[in-house]
């Protein structure tokens, strides 16, 4: 799972926007069918393969971009209206997350409170995040 660093907020009627570059990325435009479920504490979501069958809620894509997140899907993780969600992908998959600003990894997408905290919250590490970014500062300082 890799995080796009891209944060969407819920509005009044549950829809979030999907980020122009995803939709263009995997192709999915105005009108495509979605689907959408949870995993743990994110939600996933697809495109509809009618060959698969559906295992999750079935939305479209409106022509702005925007997807309904099934009231359902938002009772599950207690999602509010105007909550911040992070955007991330993996292969395939959309995935939306809680975003929490002061906790989360900027280079895995980790949320631990054990996650380190540098210059008043502009640089937030988690271990794993702390060792890629330490490979990459040696080789660049290697260069």
């Known amino acids: 799972m890799k995080s796009t660093g891209i944060v969407r907020k819920l509005d009044e009627l549950g829809r979030i926007v999907l980020p122009k ?10 009108r495509d069918p979605l689907e959408i479920h949870v995993e743990k504490d994110s939600i996933i979501i697809t495109q509809y393969d009618n060959l698969l069958g559906k295992s999750g809620i079935v939305r479209k894509v409106d022509d702005l971009g925007r997807v309904v997140l099934p009231k359902e899907l ?22 939306l997350k809680q975003f929490f600003p002061d906790k989360t990894c900027m280079i895995t ?3 631990d ?6 210059e008043n919250g502009k640089l937030v590490l988690s271990k794993d995040g702390a ?3 330490i ?9």
Do not use: A
Request: no cysteine; charged share 30%.
């Open 21 to 30: 570059e995803l939709r263009k990325t995997m192709n999915i435009e105005g």
């Open 74 to 95: 938002r009772k599950t993780l207690k999602l509010q209206t105007n909550e911040p969600l992070e955007v991330f992908i993996d292969e395939k998959r959309i995935i």
């Open 109 to 111: 997408g980790v949320i």
């Open 113 to 118: 409170d054990k996650n380190f905290i540098f």
């Open 131 to 133: 060792n890629i970014l």
């Open 135 to 143: 490979q990459e500062l040696h080789k660049y300082v290697g260069q």
